[in-house]
């Protein structure tokens, strides 16, 4: 346990750091929930804070206004900064903003008559979108598209071509960063095999301070050019530690059937096609329309993601990109 202690206090202490700098915010104000609305006869005295959820203002807000991975409809007068992340909606022609607009990876329908006093800062993530906030989460609720866990490529269920490029495009990334960062992907897979309760602590930590870390970097203005790099930073974790965790699946699979000397290229291929059989049955028993089956799938499927994406993320976090193995590392320190 003691072998985990510096990296659990490291955690710790960056967490304590985004949240006590957050205080823009004023977290614990009672406008901080998952909807908040703000009528047209309403004026607020505090923040506005959305996270996952709809954000309407068409009064007052005297403070800021903050959507996370949610829907905003702005249609009021905002006396602070005005800071969308990973959202999607409307900003409507009566929305004054006193303070900076910030707009990160966000889907909006601007009106030409808003009014914007301060700065304006516009950062496009592109697919890298879908690291932020609970989107795709929505999309299961309101439409019929399906995910791989490392895919950052989506397609309609009607797009059967478009599902077989998306799994082309999955294996030869997933091949390619095998083959190539041999040395990488070797202290990535260790570090998952040896550490496996540090690897997905670290994984579920650095999922917890994602937004938090955004927020603060978008309030704090001076630190916006470092969301670009934060987010960057994230996606290159993700898909490195999600093509070394295919290959893993494939590996172990290969060695359960006693297959020797497989070649790389079918390893990976088969790890996909495992990762990949609960989105497809998703997939075709959502043609059934049977309600149960689809949640049942959905919910299989959101769990699938999850346990990858939190173990993909910890293992490169601990490896420090493949450039080390984590426990390895601490045993010589303590020698």
Known sequence: MKRYFNFVLLFLVVLSFTTLSAHKLDIDNSNKQKNVMVQITDTTSDDAVSVGGDLVVNGVVNGDAVSVGGVADINGKITGDLVLIGSSGKIGPKTEVEGSFVNIGSSLDIDRNAVFHGEKTFINLGPINRLIGNRYLRSY????????????????????????????????????????????????????????????????????????????L??????????????????????????????????????????????????????????????????????????????????????????????????????????????????????
């Open 218 to 335: 978008a309030v704090s203005i001076i630190g916006i050019p470092l969301i670009p790099i934060l987010i960057l930073a994230l996606f290159v974790a993700l898909i490195f530690g999600g093509a070394v965790l295919t290959y893993m699946i494939g590996k172990y699979t290969v060695n359960k059937i006693e297959k020797k000397n497989v070649h790389i290229s079918l390893t990976v291929l088969t790890g996909l096609i495992i990762t990949s059989v609960i989105p497809l049955l998703g997939f075709l028993l959502n043609l059934t329309n049977v309600t149960w089956l689809n949640i049942l799938f959905v919910s299989l499927n959101f769990t699938e993601a999850y346990i990858l994406i939190t173990y993909a993320l910890g293992s490169v976090t601990l490896s420090r990109f493949g450039t080390r193995i984590y426990k390895e590392e601490i045993k010589t320190n303590e020698e």
């Open 141 to 216: 609720r309101t439409t019929n598209y399906h995910r791989n866990p490392f895919s950052v490529i989506t397609f309609h269920e009607s797009s059967w071509i478009g599902m077989i490029a998306r799994f082309i495009i999955c294996y030869l990334l997933a091949l390619a960063l095998v083959v190539l960062f041999k040395r990488g992907t070797n202290n990535v897979e260790r570090t998952m095999n040896i550490s496996p309760f540090a690897t997905f602590l670290a994984g579920f930590l650095v999922e917890l301070l994602i937004i938090p870390s955004i927020i603060v």
